[in-house]
């Protein structure tokens, strides 16, 4: 069965920082591609960044660029989000994915798997 635990999140002033784990079981982790999703109320899922199966290779969205970091231990199954200067803009529902295809995408609909959301919050 696999599994994406995510921890971290939470609340935070306009200038913070946070940090997402989320570590994986049940599956082969190096061999996928992974990335975090965020979702506002009452919005699609957004893709905030990807990192390729070696961790060779990340890509943030524009809207992040520079202030959020993405990384990954294989050795341990996880991935990680660290969050820099946070804006309230930020805040929603962080999701993070596996996705097993070589090549990297940023379409929600690719992932195969998911883990079970974290709030983060930004106050202004």
């Known amino acids: 069965q696999v599994q994406l635990v995510q921890s971290g999140g939470g609340l935070v002033q306009a200038g913070g920082s946070l940090t997402l784990s989320c570590a994986a079981s049940?599956?082969?982790?190096?061999?996928?591609?992974m990335g975090w999703f965020r979702q506002g109320p009452g919005q699609e899922r957004r893709l905030v960044a990807t990192?390729?199966?070696?961790?060779?290779?990340?890509n943030v969205a524009n809207f992040v660029e520079g202030r959020f970091t993405f990384s990954r231990d294989n050795a341990k199954n996880t991935v990680y989000l660290q969050m820099n200067s946070l804006k309230p803009e930020n805040t929603g529902v962080y999701y993070c994915?596996?996705?097993?295809?070589?090549?990297?995408?940023?379409?929600?609909?690719?992932?195969?798997?998911w883990g079970q959301g974290a709030q983060v919050t930004v106050s202004s």
């Open positions: 994915a596996g996705d097993g295809h070589v090549q990297v995408k940023t379409s929600a609909e690719y992932y195969d798997f």
């Open positions: 049940g599956l082969s982790f190096s061999k996928y591609t």
């Open positions: 990192i390729t199966r070696s961790g060779s290779s990340t």
